[in-house]
């Protein structure tokens, strides 16, 4: 089945870019996703790309999709502390009703 | 407002016992799905459901079941919990097929003894 891969932790200092990378295995994704969890807290919708896009960019968020190497990224610019929390990359294969999550990485933002 | 609750923020049962986690939408959304989230496993799904009375295995279903009786209710059940299903439970629903929006519960916090 598909395999949705994050690294598990990522810190940076606050101002600085940060920058969240996810691989998948399964070419037939259709849209790719990215989710945050803040503490105590299900996850929200952050941004999500189709898979014809190679980016897309949305004020501080930018998704950066290189299909031919099955990787994505996520670039938060000006990184606040208030943006410390577990980001979740997912793909939807096809015309699919679920998703496929990764590990999710933990962003922690340092003063 | 979109809004999927969960009947319990925390929850503490006993090996053996039957366990019920209740998710609510009010988004009159077709799909609902459950998954669990364990530290450096991410999010696995158990179950997911397309309508009412209709469910679909996931990645990890062994040990739950699922009920959906009505449109707006997704019933996880742990038939005799076990220790290895202390974990925190997520709830998801959303629209149709395709690229349609997860909206999530807070969570269910599950400790077994």
């Known amino acids: 089945g598909e395999d949705v891969e994050q690294s598990l932790f990522l810190s940076v200092r606050e101002g600085d870019s940060s920058v969240i990378n996810c691989t998948y295995t399964?070419?037939?994704?259709?849209?790719l996703y990215w989710y945050k969890q803040e503490p105590g807290a299900g996850l929200q919708l952050l941004t999500y790309?189709?898979?014809?896009?190679d980016m897309k960019q949305d004020q501080r968020l930018t998704v950066l999709l290189n299909k031919k190497d099955k990787h994505l990224s996520l670039r938060i610019a000006d990184t606040q502390t208030g943006d410390s929390a577990i980001y979740f990359c997912?793909?939807?294969?096809?015309?699919?009703?679920?998703?496929?999550f990764g590990s999710g990485t933990q962003l922690t933002v340092l003063p | 407002d979109v809004k999927v609750t969960q009947s319990s923020r925390y929850l503490v049962k006993r090996t053996g016992e039957k366990v019920f986690l209740e998710c609510v939408q009010d988004m009159d959304h077709e799909n609902m799905f459950w998954y669990r989230q364990d530290p450096g496993l991410g999010l696995r799904l158990i179950y997911f459901s397309y309508d009412v009375k209709m469910k679909e295995k996931g990645d990890i279903p062994e040990g739950y079941s699922v009920s959906r009786e009505k449109k707006e209710r997704f019933s996880l059940i742990l038939e005799s919990a076990s220790t290895n299903q202390t974990s925190m439970y997520l709830c998801a629903s959303s629209q149709g097929q395709g690229i349609h929006e997860q909206y999530f519960g807070p969570g269910t916090r599950l400790t077994v003894t």
């Open positions: 790309i189709f898979s014809n896009m």
């Open positions: 399964d070419s037939s994704s259709t849209y």
């Open positions: 997912a793909d939807l294969l096809g015309s699919a009703r679920q998703l496929t």
